[in-house]
């Protein structure tokens, strides 16, 4: 038997980055101690009274709320609330949505749904097959920001947490510097500053590896759903990951070590590209030249459909 490395208990996982063994009761505290630090971090809950967080229904967003839950408690001067959105994807959302449905139950918190078929229109099975030379993820990704900002915005949301992992933020960081893509990479979340119109994002769960929310969620007995994405294979972020994973075999700690340095240049980057002003597109939502990409991305399915009609 593998004692843990704080009370001799039977451990349950090896941190290998910091060569401890933990026993469930030690591996809890020590993710939700991380989580507690990092979301004080990112917003004053004296200044910060109405936060939302965006869950798919996954084990990452699932655990961000049930924790942000844990630390906010019974506190009568912040609200939280749960915010889902539902792509249009059969035998893949409606499954989670449920799992979404029975965690704010159990938690008592309030559950708000947005599909894209109210917002802009269709299903993404509908857009799947109207892509052009986009991928499935291009579309998806800003029609749920989309979605995910209106939906905050009319609930008078002042921060939206999401599920981001230590995995999903090192992937996002290597994708952006080697596309050369540095401005991108400076508006990475957790957001500091507001800007109107849109809602700052915040990521409590920024420096939890993936494997730790997956074994925080089975001991705790978070339900949530673990099925697969049908379009997932087309992402781009599959092959920076199969990179990053390899590197953390070969390296424990390189994904820490991206994050730590990406921490470290962020206000230099800051200061290279401040935000830009924005304007309002005619959707109501927030972009910088005025048009929102969510729109341009309307209007390029559009014409597809009317071309393949011809």
């Known amino acids: 038997m593998v004692q843990c490395s704080k009370c001799g208990r039977e451990a349950v996982t090896f941190i290998r980055y910091n060569g401890n063994h ?6 809890e505290e020590f993710v939700e101690r991380r989580v507690k630090k ?3 971090a990112q917003v004053d809950l004296d200044v910060t009274k109405d936060i939302a967080v965006a869950v798919s229904g996954g084990k990452d967003s699932c655990v961000a709320l049930a924790i942000m839950k844990g630390i906010i408690g019974d506190r009568r001067d912040v609200r939280l609330s749960c915010i889902t959105v539902d792509e249009g994807i059969a035998g893949y959302r409606p499954g989670s949505i449920e799992k979404v449905r029975a965690l704010c139950r159990s938690l008592d918190v309030e559950h708000v749904v947005i599909s894209f078929k109210d917002e802009v229109g269709m299903h ?7 892509l052009g ?10 029609f749920r920001r989309r979605c995910m900002n209106r939906a905050a915005r009319d609930m008078g949301v002042q921060a ?4 981001h992992n230590l995995d999903d933020t090192a992937q996002a960081i290597l994708m952006n510097f080697t596309r050369g893509d540095v401005e991108r990479l400076a508006r ?3 957001h500091t500053r507001v800007q109107p119109g849109l809602v700052p994002r915040i990521a409590p769960l920024r420096r939890i590896p993936e494997k730790e929310t997956y074994l925080y969620a089975i001991l705790r007995g978070i339900d ?6 049908p379009y997932w294979e087309a992402a781009l972020r599959n092959e920076y990951r199969d990179i990053i994973d390899g590197m953390e075999s070969r390296t424990p700690g390189t994904r820490h070590s991206i994050l730590a340095s990406y921490d470290a240049i962020r206000p230099l980057l800051g200061e290279k590209y401040p935000q830009s002003a924005l304007r309002t597109c ?4 927030p972009a910088p030249t005025g048009r929102c990409m969510a729109c341009k991305m309307v209007e390029e399915i559009e014409e597809r459909k009317k071309y393949l009609s011809q």
Not at 160 to 163: D, H, Q, Y
């Open 22 to 27: 933990l026993c469930g009761p030690h591996f």
């Open 160 to 163: 939206l947490a999401t599920g």
């Open 124 to 130: 993404m099975d509908e857009i799947s097959e109207l």
């Open 188 to 190: 990475l979340g957790p």
């Open 133 to 142: 030379d986009r991928t499935p993820c291009a579309y998806c990704g800003v």
């Open 224 to 229: 949530f759903a673990d099925a697969t994405c």
């Open 38 to 40: 990092e979301l004080r």
């Open 282 to 285: 005619v959707c109501g939502e």
